[in-house]
Each structure stands twice: as structure tokens, then as C-alpha cells.
């Protein structure tokens, strides 16, 4: 199974060539070159890993980020900037970005990251899941129990 | 840049603000050369504004006291003559009189008679003592009778002028003459008519020792001369330094006055001399006073010493103190220039700096984004090229795209040095011991030291006060300037890191080297963002960037360096932080 990422930034240069070249690593790539796009865009697909720049024209990335985590409150963020703020890097974990890395950005950390950010994703719903069963044990078990 | 050049403005008046342009500092640095010369302007006008008053009131004072003390002097000597000439004028007329009074009481008959002419002569004598002789010539000039030391009767005077003019007057004086008796003597001489209308004369002569003796009681000292001067020039009574009785006095005669009067003339010895005279309203007389002038003004001399002496004795003073009060004041405003100077250095510093990061934030920020480009684009084209197949010329461009990738990698690691350079950062603030945080930062770079076998020496004082500051902004700076060390000392080297109480809320961090030194010139710079000794490895941003994060901290910054020996830098840290937990700038 291929790990979906989306690609945020308005730069299209940037965006392309990094979308390309994660696709040739065998992810599954979307773009969007703004917040308002992304979010249209999740509201009808879900992606695992959210890769978004945090300066961009309209809405900036940590206002996307958090309309993101409203609507896919599962789907992991990784920010980039060409800013070097680490309180905006602090800031964003706080409010539930995965990682913060600034551009540009090494391919071997961010590929790294976006891993992380998937195993992170995936036991989080292996954890749901879990849970899921063993309520669905639990409901089973009941009527036993009767 | 404001300059003392207001001074000339506060004076306000134009004419004198130009000419006193020599206030005006140049405005071209600090040469030593125009406190010089502003030390020597101001000297100059000091001086002038006090000594030229004070030359003038000496001057005039001078003057003064020479004219007053002349006159004081002058005055009694004038009263002097006035007096003498009035004793001359009642002893001569005195003597006249009585030769009239003798003549018109007596009547020719009875002075005809040598018996009653010797009584009246005797008695005459007795009266008035100077008398010498007694003489009636009739009206042919004949000496008729005669009484006196001399055998003069019968003598023929007709020839001879004072009879013409005693004829002529009625009554007559003489000059001071000889005579027949060499012996200094005057004639006086009275016209009578007899009973017949025949005319007759009394001639009676007297010596001039009491001419003399009035002359002794004008009471003069050594060095004065007084005399009696007929109007030919002649002297009439013996004179100290001119000559003899009836000899010529030597000097030209003054003006003609009756009142007393008294110039100045060269004395026959070429000595400057004042002259005191008066001529006699009724008789052909002068009395003259000769003064040495020297003597004169004797008082006026050491007067003069005097106030020679307190001029200059104030014209010392006034020097010294002007000196003084000069260099004063030049070292005053040397001094406080200097302090104006290095604060506006420091100002333009830190104007500088805070410029120049905001510079580089803007260009780190703008270049940041096409060098992700170029990062991704490099990046793409490697990976298009490793995943191809058969490639021409594969790993030549691998090579290429790597050393493209890496030289991205270096501008985006000066980038962000550049923002960490102006990083606005939310500081946390703590109490921190800033020797935990020292030890803290060492592990980063004890292998370093290790490898280059560097011995790390830490000095740590016991009880700090501990530290309000920003744990990672601190390690920056150690990490800063230990690195400098590290890259300052050679293989061996130590470097010292000691921390102590400068005072109860200063905290100094000192890291020493003995590594190469810095030169003077290099320690000017070290501050300035960009400057760097370490040629392609350095940034020239660790120094700039360690500065703005002490100076933004409340603390500062020292460094002592010499070429060769070594360099040391202290760190100050306040124990409290300057206004609250605000350190964003």
C-alpha cells in the first residue's frame, strides 16, 4: 500500500518537483497550491501524510493546519518554511503538525518524517481499530454475560 | 554632529563671531592636532583679554602717578622761588628806600659834609649792616664826598652809564659788578634836587653776601644749584655747578614770566634737569633753582619699582592660571568628545547590526524558496537519472547533480545562519547556572577537543547566583565562541573556561585561549557581520550573532586579545534580566 501524501505550496515549481520525485519513490502523490484547495481536496479524499508550506498567499499554513486537523483529525502534517522560526515550529507541534522542517529541506529527512508521520498514523488506527474490536468484543460479550 | 560651534553663535554679534571662527572644531575626526590648536586660541584670546587691560590700566597708572608725583615734588620747589624772589624784592627794595629816604630827608647841604654824610653812613651801617659805601655825586658826575674803605672821593662818574640812566629814572640798581675793589657788589642809586634846583645823586653800594645768604636759606639739598641771573645771562651770585660770580651761565635763558616756572633742560653734564626760575617784576634780576632730575624723582623710582613689580608678578600669575585653566577645559572637552565619539560608535554598531539582520532575514527568507527549487529540481534529476535504465554518461551526471545538491546545501546552511542571525525567537526565560550550561554545551565539542587533543580546563566558582536567560540562546553563544577557541588554538592548546561573581548582579563567563591572537585591527572588526578570519569555512556571523543574543540578554561583552599569545573573552550576564521576560526585538 502506497503512503498518500499531499503536497501544499504555491510555489509550483517546488511542489511539482518534489511531488514528482516522491512518486518515484512510490508515493502517492496530490497537490494543492493553497490552503483553501487542500482542504476542498480532503473534504472528499483521504491522504495520510499533509506536507504543507507555512508561508503561503491566503490562508498560511498554520491556519490551514488547523482546519485540516478539524476535518482529518487523523492525517499527520509535516510544515516546511523558508522561514527559520522554530518558535513557529514549536508552535505548530502544539497544535498537532507531526514535524517542522525548513527549506530546503534534505529528501533523506523529509522522507524519513513522512514515514514516521505514516507509522504514526497507522498505530493510531491500529489503535482505534483495536479499540473498535474489543468494544465490538465487549457488545458481544454482553448478552453472554445476560 | 553638533560642535562647540554654538559658542559663537550664543555671542551672537556677526563681526565678532568671525573673528573668533578659531572656536569651531573641524568636524574631520579626532586629530590631535585641533585641540592644539583650539588650546592655543583659547590661551591666546585668555591672555589677551586679560593682559591688554592690564597693560593699558599700568600704563595709564604710570602715568598718573609720574605726572601727580611730579607736580608734589614740583610745586614746593616753584612756592620755593616765589618766595625766595619776594625776600630778594623787599632786601632790594628795602635797601633802596632807605638810600631815598636818607637822600630826601638830609638835603644835599648836609650830605655835601663828610662829617654828616660818615654819621648817616654809620648809622646806616648799623641798620641794615651790608652797607659798603656812601657817595654824593653832583650834577656833573663829580663824586663830591664819599664815606667807606675807599679812597673814592673826587672820582669823575660822568661817563659812565648807571649815571645816565639813575639821571634818567631817579632811581637806579645796578648789576652785580666788581668795581674798583674786586669784590661782587651793588649800587644802588637815588636822584634828588637841591634847594637851588641843582640836581644831585646819593650812590650807595652794599655787598651781595646777603644776596648769597638768601640764596642758603632756600634750605636745598646736595644735589640742587640756586643763583641769581641778571637778564644778560651773568651770574650775580656764585653758583654751585655754573661758574663764579659775573661769569656767563652757560645754558640759554628761559622764556621771560614773573609767575614761578619750572622746565625741564639738559644740564651743562647731559643729565636730564628741571629748571625752576622767575624773573624779578622791578629789577633786572632771575632767580633761578637747577634740580638734578634723578634726584628729583628719587620717590618716583622705586614706585615705579613697585608697580613694576606687581605687573609682573600679575602677569605671571594671569599665565600660570590661564595655562592651567586651558588645558583644563581642552581636557574636558577632549574627554567629553572622546565619551561622545564612542558612544555614537557604539549607537552606529548597533544600528548597523540590527540593519543588517533585518537585510538578511528579507534575502534569507527570498532566497530560501528558489533554492528549494533548485534543491527539488536537482534533486528530481538525479532521481530521474538513477532510475533510468541505460543513461549516457550516467555517472558523470550524478556527479554533477550531487555537487549541485551539495552546494545547496551550503546556501541554505548560510541562510539560516543568516536567520538565526536576525531569528525573531520566543525566548523562555530561566534561572539557569550558567555553569551547567557551559558543561552542557562542551559535550558538543569535547570529541573535537579530543580528537585535536585540545585540553578543556573549566575554573567554575562555587554558589552563582543563577542566571535569567534563554537555555538555547546561551548555548549558542558558548557553542560561538568555544568554537572560535577551538579554531584559534592548535593541536595541544588549552583553553580555560571560567565563570565568577564580577558583582552581587553580574555573572562573567571568561573562555581563554592561548591559541594565535587576534591583531588590533582584526579586534575592531570581529563584531561586524560577514568579517571572518577563516577564509571559505567561516560565515563571518558567529561573532555578530553572539553579540545581538548578549546585548539582547542585558549582558556584554569583553575581549582582550594579542597577536601570538592568545585571546580571552568575558561574557557579562545580568543576575536579573533588565525589564521582565521582553526579549523579542
Known sequence: MKIRVLLVDDETDFREALAERLEVRRFLVTQASSGDEAIELLKGQEVDVVVLDMLMPGKDGMQTLREIKEIRPLAEIILLTGHGTPGKGVDSIQTGAFNYMTKPANLKELLENIVNAFKRKSEHEERIRRANIRSIEIALKEPDAE | ?585
Not at chain 2, 56 to 75: D, P, R
Not at chain 2, 490 to 499: A, H, L, P, R
Not at chain 2, 526 to 554: N, Q
Open chain 2, 1 to 585: 554632529m553638533s560642535t562647540p560651534n554654538n559658542a559663537t553663535e550664543d555671542i551672537g554679534h556677526k563681526s565678532w563671531a568671525d573673528g573668533l571662527k578659531f572656536w569651531a572644531l573641524p568636524e574631520d575626526g579626532a586629530s590631535p592636532g585641533r585641540y592644539r590648536v583650539l588650546r592655543r586660541n583659547i590661551f591666546t584670546l585668555m591672555i589677551l583679554v586679560t593682559i591688554v587691560p592690564l597693560v593699558i590700566m599700568a600704563g595709564i597708572n604710570y602715568h598718573e602717578y609720574e605726572t601727580g608725583l611730579k607736580q608734589e615734588i614740583l610745586n614746593p620747589l616753584k612756592a620755593t622761588v616765589s618766595r625766595t624772589t619776594h625776600s630778594f624784592d623787599l632786601f632790594l627794595a628795602q635797601r633802596l628806600s632807605a638810600v631815598s629816604f636818607v637822600a630826601s630827608a638830609y638835603g644835599y647841604d648836609d650830605m655835601v659834609d663828610e662829617k654828616s654824610l660818615g654819621r648817616i653812613f654809620r648809622v646806616m651801617r648799623e641798620e641794615f649792616g651790608e652797607f659798603v659805601d656812601l657817595g654824593v655825586i653832583n650834577g656833573q658826575g663829580l663824586q663830591v664826598a664819599y664815606v667807606g674803605p675807599y679812597d673814592l672821593k673826587g672820582k669823575d662818574y660822568s661817563e659812565q652809564n648807571w649815571f645816565h640812566l639813575a639821571q634818567i629814572k631817579g632811581t637806579y640798581i645796578s648789576d652785580v659788578f666788581m668795581g674798583y675793589r674786586k669784590f661782587p657788589h651793588i649800587a644802588f642809586a637815588v636822584q634828588r634836587w637841591d634847594k637851588k634846583g641843582q640836581r644831585w645823586i646819593l650812590r650807595a653800594t652794599i655787598d651781595t653776601g646777603r644776596l648769597n645768604k638768601f640764596v642758603a636759606s632756600m634750605g636745598l639739598d646736595g644735589a640742587s644749584d640756586a643763583f641769581l641771573l641778571n637778564k644778560e645771562g651773568v651770574l650775580q651770585t656764585p653758583s654751585r655747578f655754573y661758574g663764579k660770580t659775573l661769569e656767563k651761565f652757560p645754558l640759554q635763558l628761559p622764556p621771560v614770566t614773573y609767575q614761578a616756572n619750572v622746565t625741564e633742560i639738559m644740564d651743562g653734564h647731559g643729565d636730564r634737569a628741571f629748571f625752576a626760575y622767575t624773573y624779578f617784576t622791578d629789577y633786572p634780576y632771575i632767580l633761578a633753582v637747577v634740580k638734578q632730575r634723578a634726584e628729583v624723582m628719587k620717590p618716583w623710582y622705586s614706585m615705579k619699582t613697585e608697580l613694576v613689580v606687581v605687573f609682573l608678578v600679575s602677569v605671571i600669575v594671569i599665565f600660570l592660571v590661564v595655562f592651567r585653566l586651558t588645558d583644563l577645559l581642552v581636557k574636558r572637552l577632549q574627554e567629553s568628545e572622546e565619551k561622545r565619539e564612542a558612544a555614537f560608535r557604539e549607537m552606529e554598531h548597533n544600528h548597523k547590526l540590527s540593519s543588517i539582520g533585518r537585510l538578511a532575514a528579507g534575502v534569507a527568507h527570498e532566497i530560501n524558496n528558489p533554492i528549494a527549487i533548485i534543491n527539488e529540481k536537482a534533486g528530481l534529476m538525479k532521481d530521474l537519472i538513477e532510475y533510468a535504465d541505460a543513461f549516457p554518461q550516467k555517472e558523470r551526471f550524478l556527479t554533477i547533480t550531487d555537487s549541485i545538491l551539495n552546494a545547496v546545501n551550503r546556501c541554505g546552511s548560510i541562510t539560516h545562519r543568516l536567520l538565526g542571525f536576525a531569528r525573531r525567537m520566543d525566548v523562555s526565560i530561566e534561572i539557569l547556572d550558567v555553569g551547567d550550561v557551559v558543561k552542557e554545551t562542551l559535550t558538543f565539542l569535547e570529541k573535537e577537543a579530543l580528537y585535536h587533543n585540545i585540553h578543556l580546563q573549566l575554573e567554575f566558582a562555587d554558589g552563582l547566583p543563577g542566571v535569567a536567560s534563554d537555555r538555547g540562546q546561551l548555548q549558542q553563544v558558548f557553542l560561538n565562541l568555544l568554537n572560535n577557541a577551538l579554531a584559534a588554538v592548535e593541536d595541544g592548546g588549552v583553553i580555560t573556561i571560567s565563570t565568577q561573581a564580577k558583582d552581587p548582579e553580574t555573572v562573567a563567563v571568561t573562555i581563554r585561549d592561548n591559541g594565535c591572537g587576534m591583531s588590533a585591527e582584526t579586534l575592531e572588526h570581529i563584531f561586524e557581520p560577514f568579517f571572518t578570519t577563516k577564509g571559505a569555512r567561516g560565515t563571518g556571523l558567529g561573532l555578530p550573532i553572539t553579540y545581538g543574543i548578549i546585548k539582547k540578554l542585558g549582558g556584554d561583552i569583553e575581549v582582550q586579545s594579542k597577536q601570538g599569545e592568545g585571546t580571552a573573552i568575558t561574557v557579562l550576564f545580568p543576575v536579573k534580566t533588565p525589564d521582565g521576560s521582553n526579549f523579542s526585538y
